[in-house]
């Protein structure tokens, strides 16, 4: 019986693992990077150090936290 998912007991990666990492992709993001992108202006302490942490699906608003301050704010999209 032949294993495609490759042998989880000896460790043997499967050749579906393999193929996908020789692509020559980057690697994948830490989802706790901070990328500038998503930087705002802090509307309490005015410092540019607040990370954009939700976005509201029916109202055209974003939600903004400061890494200075802590404050938590809402402001337009």
């Known amino acids: 019986m ?14 579906l693992r393999e193929a996908s ?7 994948r993001r830490s989802s706790s990077m901070k ?4 930087r705002e202006v802090c509307p309490k302490c005015g410092r540019p150090n607040a990370r954009l942490i939700g ?3 029916t109202f055209p608003v974003l939600y903004l ?10 402001a337009p999209a």
């Open 2 to 15: 032949a294993v495609h998912n490759g042998n989880k007991a000896n460790g043997t990666p499967s050749p």
């Open 55 to 57: 976005r509201s699906e």
């Open 35 to 38: 990328h500038s992108a998503d």
């Open 65 to 74: 936290r400061c890494d200075d301050c802590n404050h938590t704010s809402v």
């Open 21 to 27: 990492a020789d692509r020559g992709r980057p690697p």
